[in-house]
């Protein structure tokens, strides 16, 4: 079973539509003692950092011990984000999973970043199979992921700067695009990361 969690924020039956597309047995958990069973962890996510991390702290031991375990973990848009130790957005710490900031789109673009763009493939990843350089997914956001291990960069997108698009490290998976909005490149992505959850 994927777990996708429901903290108030995210585009909760888009990705679980997109998911039981591809074949996943999905649940929206809104506890956290509902993670217990869980096979693999999404959390989608539409809003503020600040606001979000408020909402998701009741989840955090549970979210960081299940990643330590070696629980398959997607996070999307806003769900990146919190996989880092801090943003620009505002004062509340991240997670802090992956080290690194969180910073604002420069000046010289339209923020938010609202349509699709291109991916610009840094190295071949499970998560990214079947997906080719240049392939277009749906972006929405205000804010980007700094890491400070460029190791973890799985692919970037350029909009004014060189965003970070993919990140990948170990069992954690994560995206600044919305692959339940991507057509059927989004779903790709969706089954690769279904394909590493042991149900």
Request: glycine share 16%; charged share 20%.
């Given at each position: 079973m994927i777990a996708i969690i429901d903290y108030g924020m995210?585009?909760?039956?888009s990705i679980r539509n997109a998911l039981e597309k591809v074949g996943a047995e999905v649940k929206i958990i809104a506890q956290p003692k509902e993670l217990n069973n869980a096979d693999?962890?999404?959390?989608?996510?539409?809003?503020s950092f600040g606001e979000g991390m408020k909402q998701l702290l009741p989840f955090e031991e549970k979210i960081t011990s299940?990643?330590?375990?070696?629980?398959?973990f997607l996070g999307i848009c806003l769900g990146i984000q919190i996989l880092f130790e801090r943003s620009q957005e505002s004062p509340e710490s991240g997670f802090g999973i992956i080290k690194g900031e969180v910073i604002r789109l420069p000046d010289n673009v339209l923020v938010p970043q609202m349509g699709w763009n291109e991916l610009n493939i840094k190295r071949d990843t499970d998560i990214l199979e079947?997906?080719?350089d240049g392939d277009f997914f749906y972006f929405v956001h205000s804010y980007h992921c700094v890491p400070k291990d460029?190791?973890?960069?799985?692919?970037?997108?350029?909009?004014?700067?060189?965003?970070?698009?993919v990140i990948e490290?170990?069992?954690?998976?994560a995206v600044q695009?919305?692959?339940e909005k991507s057509g059927e490149k989004g779903l790709l992505i969706l089954k690769n990361f279904l394909r590493d959850v042991k149900c």
């Open positions: 995210g585009n909760i039956f693999g962890i999404v959390i989608p996510g539409v809003g299940a990643i330590k375990d070696g629980i398959p079947g997906i080719e460029k190791k973890r960069v799985t692919a970037t997108t350029e909009y004014g700067t060189e965003v970070v698009s490290k170990d069992n954690i998976y695009f919305h692959p």
